[in-house]
């Protein structure tokens, strides 16, 4: 009797755990009623950790509260041998009524046709059957015109968010805790009750998977896989937006590639669009968690090769085809975590980007000085007079009139009478001149407006998209030696234009409105490096713009964004002369203005604020990060990592931490003497710019 009791206290506490799925459950009960034309099969089929398991037991448990003979088969069990599964459905053919379950039935998937064929004919009257497997049912099901009557196929989707939150709830999560868990989870209810299994987080604590919780996950949703080549094509597809064979060669470069990817079609998890392929929310965020926590430094190397191979197939699309590989490619660096986060790779397919017409020139003039006034809409007018060709409209779908314009213009040289007309590009040549002169064949590029209808430069899909074609065209372009791009909103776009490696340079009145100019040289980081480097989530983006005393201010008033991204240009060339010798930093107040050895009076302020920051336990530990990665030199962060003793995360953590402290020391520490410390004896065969540094 106790025995007995506590098997419906199970049932009871798994069918009470049981939210959503309220169309598979009806269709159920319609099957276990035995209403008039309901399905005698029904085939669920999903990912694994989806809940078909949780669907099965739902069935057995209403047809136990029915009446009816329960017959449970495990395809685990049976090796693909169809007397092993004829024996243990026996009863299913004897008892009238009898509800057979046959769950994991991928494991036995060679038996289908058999099932279908031969078995399921011998069933008792009234019998009913239920099939759950990760792999979809053969088409003959319902190309059968005797089997179409009677058998219905049941795809088990993700849960909606308002669902997974249920189902945390049932688990006693906290509401705060839930939007991460529903972030990562993806809808799949064996990685909502994961997550649900862990201890609380400290309040304000990030919540995020690793150790056990990966491991577990990686083996329910994933499984076994084939060879080490699987697992690196599973590992680029969870970080892709779309994966198609072209792409997959280009990062794996292997040729059995196409192997793989008919391998990859046919996986459960899968979904095969006209895009290419796609993998289910919970297996991407599964993968890219376990790959990041267990192999950070793969997982960098991976996100560079899938960010190359972006850059080749912008380059190959045509103009309109562009935008569609940009906004693939911008997928790699979605941050769900940052509430600040500007782009969304998601399409816009109710939004037309198109070429200036004749017709939209009065339309756009107007958006000019609604939006920025008489000054803008003049420099707009003039360079829809010089350079046409560079004006792109934006409008919807359902609509004729722009609801957007940008431009991106092209310049060879510096014209009086473009200089007259727009006081950004006079500015513009003015710093080119200074700091960055053209060479032959080469010519700098301006992404000049980016206006839209109502004002102010706020996130928007049609933000977005003027965003993607000037990122596009700076892909897809020759000879551009230097390239800018110019924000009202500066304080909105700023930060993340410096994160990427566009730092202020100039900020220009046009007409009493403040507009604020991002540069890049491209002779100091082509695009090649950029789009890699930009996709090493462990690194700070480079210096890509020459400061000089014109270019970004004197001494005392460089920029703190040129400044930060100048405490790391120092370190990262401490062993190359040639560039240490162009630090952003001989600009500020660390060198003294006519100093007869600027390089080694920053090498020496450089080192004062390296030794003044260990006053504490955390700046020693700082210290040390600092000296044993840029100035003893090692070869890796790994390499560094063992030589502090710590492990590699704990590493990283005092590296950042690090360069913030040496940073806030450096701009504490006052103007320097011009009386020169040596600099320090280190290796010679230091590797310039190498990536695995920053």
Known sequence: ????????????????????????????????????????????????????????????????????????????????????????????????????????????????????????????????????????????????PGWAQLFTELPIRPLDPAGSDALLAARGVPAEQRGAFVAFAGGSPLALSLAASVPSAAPGALWEPAGDILTTLVKRLVGDLPSAVHRRALEVVA???????????????????????????????????????????????????????????????????????????????TADDALLRIAE??????????????????????IEDAPLRPEDVPAVLCMAEKTEGPASAAAVAHWLRRQPEGFRVHRYTSSTTPAAFMAILRLDAPLPEDRAADPVIAAVWDLVETAAPLGPGEHLGIRRFAVQSGGRQRPSPLMELISRRTVA????????????????????WGRYLAETGLPEVAAVDVGGLRQHVFGRDWRRQPVEEWVQHRARTALTPLTTWPATASASGSGDQLPRPAFEEGVLEALLTWHTPREFATSALLHSHLVTPGSPDPTAELRGAITTALDAIQIDPAGVKAHEALTTTYITASRTHRAAARRLGVPYGTYRRHLALAKERLTEQLLRQPVTTPTPTPPRQLP??????????G
């Not at 949780?54 to 495990?74: I, K, P, T, W």
């Not at 960098?300 to 090769?305: L, P, S």
């Not at 065209?473 to 909105?492: I, N, P």
């Open 1 to 144: 009797m106790g025995a007995r009791g506590l098997v419906d206290r199970l049932a009871e506490a798994r069918a009470g755990a049981l939210v959503g799925r309220e169309q598979e459950r009806a269709v159920l009960d319609r099957m276990l009623s035995g209403a008039t034309h309901a399905p005698l099969v029904a085939y669920l089929h999903g990912p694994g950790g989806i809940g078909k398991s949780s669907l099965v037991r739902y069935a057995a448990r209403q047809a136990e509260l029915a009446g009816r003979r329960v017959v449970h088969v495990d395809g685990r069990f049976l090796d693909a041998d169809p007397r092993r599964l004829e024996e243990a459905a026996a009863p299913a053919c004897a008892e009238p009524g009898a509800v057979l379950l046959i769950d994991t039935f991928e494991q036995c998937q060679p038996l289908e046709t058999w099932l279908r064929e031969t078995f399921l004919p011998r069933l008792a009257d009234h019998a009913i059957v239920v099939v759950a497997g990760r792999t979809a049912p053969d088409t003959e099901w319902s190309l059968d």
């Open 239 to 317: 970080q892709t937006y779309v994966t198609r064979e072209p792409l997959l060669r280009a990062v794996l470069g292997d040729e059995d590639t196409h192997t793989v990817f008919a391998w990859l079609r046919q996986l459960p998890y899968i979904e095969v669009t006209p895009e290419g392929l796609h993998p289910h929310d919970a297996v991407r965020a599964t993968l890219e968690a376990d790959l990041r926590w267990r192999d950070p430094e793969r997982y960098d190397d991976i996100r560079a090769r899938i960010s190359l191979a972006g850059l080749h197939a912008v380059r190959s699309a």
């Open 329 to 350: 490619w911008m997928f790699l660096f979605r941050d769900h975590d940052r509430p600040d986060n500007l782009y969304d790779h998601r399409k816009h397919p109710h």
């Open 473 to 492: 065209e700076e892909m897809r372009s020759h000879g551009r030696a230097v390239t800018f791009t110019v924000f009202e909103d500066a304080d909105r």
């Open 684 to 693: 010679r065969e230091w590797p310039v710019g190498s990536a695995e540094h």
